[in-house]
């Protein structure tokens, strides 16, 4: 008889669905990624489009099975990781009304303030766990119910994506706690639906999916979705998690002492905590992995988009060189950065060029230059960027060690952990010894550990400790760590000057 030995977990990203088949002791085994543009209409609009989602996922599914068909019958199952704080209407028939408003929409930006005048806002940050912020699909209700009243009105079910996809496959509303606790209408302490934020939405808990813990499992799949991924229909889907809180399990970063650090185009610096736990200043967020595993952090906007940016407006030539060579452009670009001394011989660069969420917690925040002079080139101010980004960082984990205790050790993912110097310099400003883990979809192994979990296959989430690799190990070196203990100050008093002038540079954008 075959054993069953391998599972699937299904990261829906903000530019991409991942697959990654595993088996039953964590190796990846296959993947297939389909990627997928943000519909952005105006700068403050991005949305995508759930259909071209839905396919995604379809298609990665079929295409890694297809390349195993043997392991059909030993496919323990699916599990599910996804982005947090999209936000779909749907009609009574299940038919879309909106795109999905991503994470990144602005659109209800004005609605904060709206927000904070009309009820305790901190009270309702502490029961949800959730910012009060654009990104959050309470304020975006705020935000529907007065722009789009018709489209408001007509709304059946409010949903996320991975809602979505789940309804397509299971005809059910459903969702997990973790997504659930990303919409600040959760109330992590009832694990319901919060009242009050419901209220202020305009919304009621019919309008909402029904709530399950993160180890759901899902059968009995429409024939029509089965047949599209060529998945036999009995195949148990658990449910999952958030690719956040999904990070950290993937990560192994299990604890409150050690730190999970990821950076791709955004980036977070997260904790785990075994129970609800908020931050007095409000600027960390709280949600569930799983009734005992609840993650604690700060989500930046300026990760590694900040070296797109730099890859875009000021390394063009440099850009072309590495097409010319077949090379990485940003292999290219941080092999200049690594000809510049620690510190960029005093040069500054904040990074806040996409606004800003935790730590600053300010749209209107913006980057610069600070220090330039005739001996700075080009490469002086690649370095600047790469190491602005990190001191960035610095900050989010020094707001974390406030409410959780010190870090002991930091594990790093993302696109940035493919540079050696990147990986390097978060050791230098940290001061502390950074391990990058082996298997590099943390998400998807998340999903993938916890729906071994949910299956009964392993015992306890903790387990992850014996399934994951170490690839690389950064100590700090001490010369560099020593030159960023007096860079960090600088770039902290720097933010404080800046500060006040946010609103007024914004402003002037903007007309
Ligand atoms: P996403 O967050 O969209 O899933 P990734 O995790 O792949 O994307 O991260 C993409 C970012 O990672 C890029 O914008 C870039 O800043 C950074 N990156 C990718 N490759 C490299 C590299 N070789 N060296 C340095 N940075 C890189």
Known sequence: MTQPDCILGIDIGTTSTKV?????????????TVGYPLLSAQPDVQEQDPEEIYQ?????VRTVMQRHPARLKTLMGLSFSAAMHSLIAVDDRGQLLTCSITWADRRSTPWVSKVRQCCDAHALYARTGTPVHPMSPLVKLMWLRHEQPDLFRQ???FISIKEYVIHRWFAQYVVDYSIANATGLFNMKALDWDAEALALAGITSAQLSQLVPTTHILSSMTSEAADSMGLPASVPVVIGASDGALGNLGMGAMTPDVVAITVGTSGAVRAMVDRPQTDPKERLFCYALTENHWVIG?????????LRWVREQLAMAETDTARLLQENPYDILTAIAATIPAGSEGLIFHPYLAGERSPLWNANARGSFFGLGLHHTKAHMIRAVLEGVVYNLYIVLTALEDVVGPASSIQATGGFARSTLWRQMLADVF?????????YESSCFGAAVL????????PHLEQVSEMIGESDRHCPIPENAQQYQVMLPLYMQLLESFAPFYETIAKIQST
């Open 20 to 32: 990654v088949l595993f088996s039953a002791s964590g190796a990846s085994l296959d993947q297939h």
């Open 56 to 60: 995604a996922v379809i298609e990665s």
């Open 155 to 157: 709304a059946a079910k």
């Open 298 to 306: 700060g989500a930046t906007n300026n990760g590694g988009i900040i």
């Open 431 to 439: 001061n502390r010894v950074v391990t990058i883990p082996e298997v």
């Open 451 to 458: 729906g071994l979990y949910a299956l009964e296959r392993i």
